[in-house]
């Protein structure tokens, strides 16, 4: 082996240098080209994760700045809505300024799906008591059936044990209103030759002495004939399903309602835009 490796130091090959040369490149190459690729995949994968992992974080903050903007959109929307809204009951309050009447904000609900309550931020301390009617520029939506010190609970329209004197707007025709449990009310006691459409207006009738006389009730959404009276369903004016903010009316005093408006965004722009006068009384 000694002199085998003499030899292939001491010959050399036409241009390649001496062979001892050529068998140690052809031996380690091998291994120099796995050791290469080995080290740059690693080098290759390290750059990699510490970009994606760089990028992953980017994402992130992106991500949670999107869902902060998002949640300050809600924010900012729920508080030009509740600003309508205030409006329009500070415009309601206006226009009924001899009518004593309180505002209050709805706090809570009943947990009970058998029953349609709710309950306000307005109790006896301010002059809150039983009875009293509950409504919002829209129409009605209950009366108060137990009032507290602090809070005080109503029992909405659409209560099966809720009742309202009522008559169509039109005809004049007495009927009372009560509650179903479900989304629409029933007028009741209505013959069958009477003569009722659908879309005819829903007032209240003052019968009751719970609700002042032509406040919106609602307006009539279904018509069947019925044994011995027509079976009427009635849509309420007032957003039952969505009360944030009501007026408790503290005086069985008529409202000054000269007409209801056709919808609730022309009203407040009739009733909110400068310089036009109001309605001459009758």
Same mark, same amino acid.
């Given at each position: 082996m000694l002199q085998i490796l003499l030899l292939a130091v001491q010959i050399r090959r036409d241009s390649q240098g001496r062979l001892i040369r050529v068998w140690t490149v052809g031996a380690v190459s091998p291994f120099e080209r796995v050791g290469n690729s080995g080290v740059t995949g690693i080098r290759g994968a390290w750059n990699h994760?510490? +970009?994606? &992992?760089?990028?992953? !974080? %980017?994402? %992130? !903050? *992106?991500?949670? %700045?999107?869902?902060?903007?998002?949640? &300050?959109?809600?924010? *900012? &929307?729920?508080?030009? +809505? %509740?600003?309508?809204?205030? +409006? +329009? *009951?500070?415009n309601f309050r206006k226009s009924q300024q001899s009518v004593p009447m309180l505002g209050a904000r709805v706090i809570g609900a009943s947990a009970d799906t058998a029953s349609q309550t709710a309950y306000l931020d307005r109790g006896e301390r301010d002059g809150i008591r039983r009875n009293m009617a509950v409504i919002t520029p829209d129409g009605v939506v209950g009366k108060i059936i137990e009032s507290y010190r602090d809070t005080s609970q109503v029992l909405l329209l659409t209560d099966k044990d809720s009742g309202v004197g009522s008559m169509l707007a039109d005809s004049r025709i007495q009927s009372p209103v009560g509650g179903t449990g479900e989304p629409l009310l029933a007028m009741k006691y209505v013959a069958n030759d009477d003569a009722v459409n659908l879309g005819d207006r829903v007032v209240t009738s003052g019968m009751d002495r719970i609700f002042p006389r032509d406040l919106p009730v609602g307006t009539v959404a279904q018509i069947k004939p019925g044994n011995p009276f027509k079976q009427i369903r009635i849509r309420p004016a007032a957003k039952l399903e969505s009360l944030e903010e009501v007026i408790v009316l503290l005086s069985l005093q008529p409202l000054d309602l000269k007409k209801e408006p056709e919808t609730p965004s022309a009203g407040l722009a009739e009733k909110t835009a400068p310089g036009l006068p109001r309605p001459e009384k009758p």
């Open positions: 994760y510490f +970009a994606l &992992q760089n990028t992953s !974080r %980017e994402n %992130e !903050r *992106l991500l949670h %700045e999107n869902n902060t903007l998002k949640l &300050q959109i809600n924010q *900012l &929307q729920s508080k030009a +809505a %509740e600003a309508d809204r205030l +409006a +329009a *009951l500070l």
